[in-house]
């Protein structure tokens, strides 16, 4: 990706650039047009490229291979996870433990098997840091909780939940525990045995890879339903011809990450260091939403409210008059609702506080001298809002 | 997305300020989204002179109270007055069902406006 075009690119939790490996090396298996599952000679160097990227996938995770099942991406393999192991207690339908800040394709579905199945839900509550509690989740667990599911990190304030605790206390009570770990995979280091988490969900595209391919790491495939019957592909548990110049994206992307990401890391805390410095020293009033250390959140990740404005305000104006990309969790939804963040809301803060974040999120391709024009930018055009408002500091 | 009515009324909203002197004020609000429109105008004779405003809220509720300012300056009460709903829409351009709630705005300015001056005459 040409770093020129991504000056202003700040929204990386949405979806990363595709890196330029990643770009080239799909290229070429465009016209691999053989069906691997097909038993012609063409179909074996296909097959390779699947193992091949079945091999790198499980590398990032420190899995192995036969563990990795590929998917379209983050929500199919959260939808499948759920569903999956939940469908093998339809005539006993039980509980599940969630957050009550997943992603909506995690929250969606708990809430599918609840009013449609007859399953029960406990949603666990994050605390002002953006963090669930290890015992909140030791005295949700009941007699029947068949699943839990959990986000690793989270995508509007980059908290990081304490998964290697809950997969233990989880563990002695013989709960399967899925990670939602589409915002943490390429961003910090992931070892799914010693987590020792039963399923986790990643997607290629916040990882610098594309759209539309990722994954489901499942410890025990009897412990979960195929998601799709037919030709018997990825092991008979998500049948479909295989989708080879995705999987090489995923392939090369996990690879990439696999080689850079302690790079990247260190990198991007280094960078949120600056913006959290030059923010601070800056004359406008604001908080940062949820844990900012390097231990308790992620390094790319920065959830800030600023008083006195709408966020959805100020994205507009960064976008439009100084080609900055943010991101904002509350919007006008209609004349009767709105939308409000429902991870800002759950960890506590105000509607006023909810209603006038952004989320920065920032990568690979994001430097100094961005993070110090994105911040010039910033101040300018809240205090223009200040102004427009009529609470300008006098 | 954002029509380029909005953009261009948001991104430089020429109308934002006080005036020395208003003649009328009012201020509007929705209680659902929390937007906040505070206007202030000034008349000479039957006609507007001038008006100006401070907004707290979304895009497209800054654009709509800019949009509302222009309109008036220098239009008689009457002809202000007898805007008609449709046209009072048409004003913002085309919006996104998230953004109609400005409509609401734009069209509760005007009766806002007409409710003050017919205060003023009665």
Redesign the interface.
Known sequence: MDQQHLQGYFDYNATTPISKGVALSMQPIINLFANPSSPNRYSVNNRAVISQARENLAGLLGASSENIFFTSGGSEANNWAIKGVLFKHLSHPGHIITTSMEHASVLDTVKYCVERLGFSVTYLQPNIDGHISVADFESAIQANTQLATIMFANNETGAIQPIEQICKVAAEKAIPVHVDAVQFVGKRLVDVQQLGVDYLSLSAHKFYGPKGVGSLYIKDRDSIEPLIHGGGQEFSMRSGTENLVAMTGISIAADEAKKDLVFWDRHCFKLKQQMMTLLENSPIALTFNGATNYASALSNTLNISINGIRGEALALRMEMLHGFIISVGSACSNNKTKQLSHVLTAMGLTEEQVLGAIRVSFGCFTDEQQISRFVDALVTEVQQLLRISGSEPS | M?NDII?DN??H?EF?G?LESADHQFEIG?P???DRI?MQVSLDGDSILDSRF???????S?AAANVFCRSIIGKSFAEVSARQTAEISAMLGELE?????CV?ILNELHRELSLAVSLEEG
């Open positions: 954002y953009i948001f991104s909203p934002v006080d929705n659902v989204c929390g505070q401070r907004a707290w809220g979304c895009a497209t800054v069902p998230s953004q109609q709630h609401n």
